[in-house]
C-alpha cells in the first residue's frame, strides 16, 4: 500500500469515527452503513478529484512483512 492509499484509508477511518462518535452510534448495523456510507464518499472525492481509484494503484514489489523481515533481519 502506497502513502496515496494509506491516506484515503486513514482519512475515511477518521471520518468514519466522529461521524459514530457525533451520531452517538452503538448498534453494530448502524456502524457498519455508516462505515460504508463514508467509504462511499471518500471513493466519490477521489473519482471528482481525478484521482486513482485503490483498485487501481499499482501494487508494491514488497509486501509490508517482507520489508519487515528484511529490517529485522538487517
Known amino acids: ?3 496515496t492509499e494509506l491516506a ?3 482519512f475515511g ?4 469515527d466522529e461521524k459514530l462518535r457525533r451520531d452517538r452510534v452503538t448498534g453494530k448495523k448502524e456502524a457498519g ?3 460504508f456510507q463514508v467509504g ?8 471528482d478529484l481525478g484521482g486513482v481509484m485503490p483498485e ?3 501494487t508494491p514489489e514488497k509486501s509490508i ?3 519487515i523481515i528484511k529490517n ?3
Open 1 to 3: 500500500m502506497e502513502s
Open 8 to 10: 484515503a484509508n486513514l
Open 13 to 16: 477511518a477518521t471520518q468514519t
Open 33 to 35: 452503513d455508516i462505515h
Open 40 to 47: 462511499q464518499k471518500v471513493r466519490e472525492t477521489i473519482a
Open 56 to 58: 487501481d494503484l499499482p
Open 65 to 67: 512483512k517482507q520489508i
Open 72 to 74: 529485522l533481519t538487517n
